[in-house]
């Protein structure tokens, strides 16, 4: 089973920044895509940002030229860097990884069990 670790939530005022890491376990042998989603109160859950093995990259509208993601393939990290914050941004932050253990197993999404960002006016 993947673990996954999300860090660096909290309460920002708007116009902050905010960091969040994703760390999953090391009993992995392949990762394909990590990517970070977000769930509101009453609202579903959506994809805020995605990067493949490859390094291609993929945004939300509502957080384009805001959030930045990236990884660190040797740490089997990903980073989430989110500049001017709004309090739409309110919500749980939710890592992914689509991943698979031993070889001959398929690629599985495991989630991690999220970390709060709360941004206030």
């Known amino acids: 089973q993947v673990q996954l670790v999300e860090s660096g939530g909290g309460l920002v005022q708007a116009g902050g920044s905010l960091r969040l890491s994703c760390a999953a376990s090391?009993?992995?042998?392949?990762?394909?895509?990590m990517g970070w989603y977000r769930q509101a109160p009453g609202k579903q859950r959506e994809l805020v940002a995605v990067i493949r093995s490859g390094g291609s990259t993929n945004y939300a509208d509502s957080v384009k030229g805001r959030c930045t993601i990236s990884e660190d393939a040797a740490k089997n990290t990903v980073y989430l860097q989110m500049n001017s914050l709004q309090p739409e941004d309110t919500a749980v932050y939710y890592c992914?990884?689509?991943?698979?253990?031993?070889?001959?197993?398929?690629?599985?999404?495991?989630w991690g069990q999220g970390t709060q960002v709360t941004v206030s006016s």
């Open positions: 992914n990884a689509e991943a698979k253990i031993y070889p001959w197993r398929s690629y599985v999404s495991y």
């Open positions: 090391k009993n992995i042998f392949n990762i394909r895509a």
